[in-house]
């Protein structure tokens, strides 16, 4: 992409290093948008100086957080929200009610509520905040945390359980490394990890595991954390989540450079694909609400391993059926058509390769014993940072935070960089009194070398 | 086919020297075109870090693809010097000099060191190698562990009908195609893992539908003259006709194939 700002001269960004996939994103798996119920907020300044939601925002929340505190125990150098423990605000429960009553007027019946921060579990009225959201009617409760807790202290993963079904924990999962752990979060959690995830399969929690991937870190440990993944009963999935550059990025050598270190979704993609090469590119494929910034591949989890699952869906079935949603397995329609992929295996062009390997898999796990529990989902989540910053991409993030006012839901990527705590008087406020100046001329692709590209 | 590899390999290659082939085929000669070498180097995870070897290269129409499009580094190998200098004049024009290079090899005998590419591509000619096996033998020594072939071929699961037989059967690479099992099982010889198979028929009906234009084109400017076309080389028309029902049929078919060199983790952390 290319880009010019009055001030600062012109830039050229990679936004995706796979022609092909990104077009198939941009111009095969679009979804007619769904948008909040009402907007909170009128456009008056210009995307994306009007956040909250707005009109103009395409998109609405499939995915809310609910930041319940800014403290934290661990202090990672890599952290969008900048937390700490030496931030010590926790939100009261009347103002947590507040912005969950926002969440339900914004979106009805919010499908999934994730419990954030901070370290969400810090805060001392944690478990009375869960028996909010459930009094609430919201489809999924996921809480969002680094799993300390879970791993140190007893009990814990049982009190959550008490939660379960319909409660999700997405737990901070890196890498397999001491080093790895050291850079990305200031500690060597890897044991801690492991007697967290221990902890979760003994009490039965449904449990996605995030990774913050950064270029050169652990890009190259993908496969084995979908290896472990798959070997956990607890776990229903993996997420894999480019670093944003937004909030506190530290450990960077003289500071994060935005042509060294960025990584976008298509190189996570491929490393993916090259790591766990059961997976065919026809796999992993745009999620069609927000298709150049998510993707997803879903897949049966068997005793003998991953048989994936989204190469034999038409992709007709998932732009045009279910929801707009993040978690396609959420959705009743999907998840049926999924299952129904082995149980009706007719209905699928029996002729397809693809489909005739997969029912060889399948005789060593007689279909009535699979069921909801057996699907696996590996989900990309590239957030939008300044750096490939796109304003026809951003009015369809759907991923969102509610603000602390109660009044405003923004938008994940536009809150960490132009509305989380200060940011909004520091940063947005002068932008958005800033004059129009207007840009001269064309940006002149000469002057950035570009290559010399052949219709192809 | 009774020739010895070698032969083969000059005498195909010839074959496609002919102007009267190009003119017929178009400057990518595989059914798909660059279209089809895009959706093969895409299934193979060609990245602009790869270093792809191209087994076959022709005049290097796709060898550019991968370098202009995937902005990959590309190997071109074939066994028509004629072929090759095309491909190296051609790879200058389009500004790729740097990302490309040209050797003159059979695939019988790749001349480059053990795990040396990421990604090894043939297009349209493995059925056309005697020694299938050998071939991708080789292919799999010259890939990196976790490395990715991608070939494209003819596939036949029937005799060939006698109609077939003459020297635009052999341009159209139809005889001697192993059926997609076949290929499967080969690959499974030569020691690579998840194999996969796509059919992509529509190749060949784009082919038949070009070559007919260009046959059509061709005979009302009377720009075939008789010493054009080598004597055994049918009635064109005929022949395509009997191809696109023995397609139909289900009797042949053009497939895409990719596989995977077995790459052990670093170290497996399960507990």
Known sequence: MLKRCPEHGAERVLMADDIGYYKLARETFIKTPEQVIAPNTPARYGCPYDCGICPDHEQHGCTLLIEVTDNCNLRCPTCYAGSGPERQTHRSLEQIERMLDRAVANEGEPSIIQISGGEPTMHPEFFEILERVRQRPVGHLMVNTNGIRIANEDGFAERLAEFSPGLEIYLQFDSFRPEVLKTLRGTNLRTTHARAVERLNASGIHTTLVATIRRGLNDDEMGEIIDYATAQPCVRGVTFQPVQAAGRLEGYESGYNCGRDRLTLTEIRRRILEQCPVFAPEDLIPVPCHPDHLAMAYALKLDSGLVPLTGLVDPEFLIEGGGATISYEKEPAVREHFLNLFSTHHSVDSQTDAMSGFLDKLQSAPPQKLGYENIFRILIVEFIDAQGFDLRSIRKTCVHIVHPDGKRVIPFDTYNLLYRDGLESLLLEPLRKREFMPLKGPISLARYGAAKDEPT | ?271
């Open chain 2, 1 to 271: 086919m009774s020739v010895a590899g070698q032969n083969i390999a000059s005498c195909c290659a010839g074959l496609y020297e002919l102007p009267i082939v190009e003119q017929l085929l178009g400057e990518s000669f595989h059914p798909g075109g660059t279209k089809l070498t895009r959706q093969l180097a895409s299934a193979s995870l060609v990245s602009p870090n790869s270093s792809v070897l191209d087994v076959a290269c022709g005049n290097g129409r796709s060898a550019r693809v991968i370098a202009t499009h995937f902005g990959a580094t590309v190997t071109g190998c074939d066994y028509s010097a004629v072929n090759l200098r095309r491909a190296i004049m051609s790879s200058q024009a389009a500004g790729i000099s740097d990302k490309s290079q040209f050797v003159r090899a059979s695939a019988m005998r790749l001349p480059f060191s053990p795990k040396s590419f990421d990604v090894a591509l043939c297009e349209c000619s493995l059925c056309l190698f005697e020694d299938m096996d050998a071939a991708l033998g080789q292919l799999h020594a010259v890939l990196r562990p976790g490395g990715r072939v991608g070939i494209s071929d003819f596939f036949l699961n029937a005799p060939v009908p006698d109609s077939l037989d003459g020297l635009l059967g052999q341009v159209l690479c139809v005889a001697g195609a192993p059926s997609a099992d076949g290929y499967r099982e080969a690959l499974s010889r030569a020691g690579f893992d998840f194999v996969r198979i796509r059919k992509v028929n529509w190749t060949l009906a784009d082919m038949i539908q070009r070559i007919r234009k260009q046959l059509k084109l061709l005979a009302t400017t009377n720009l075939i003259a008789d010493a054009e076309l080598p004597n055994d080389f049918g009635n064109p028309a005929e022949v395509l006709k009997d191809l696109e029902s023995f397609i139909n049929s289900g009797g042949a078919g053009y497939l895409v194939a990719t596989a995977t060199v077995t790459q052990h983790r670093r170290r497996l952390d399960k507990q």
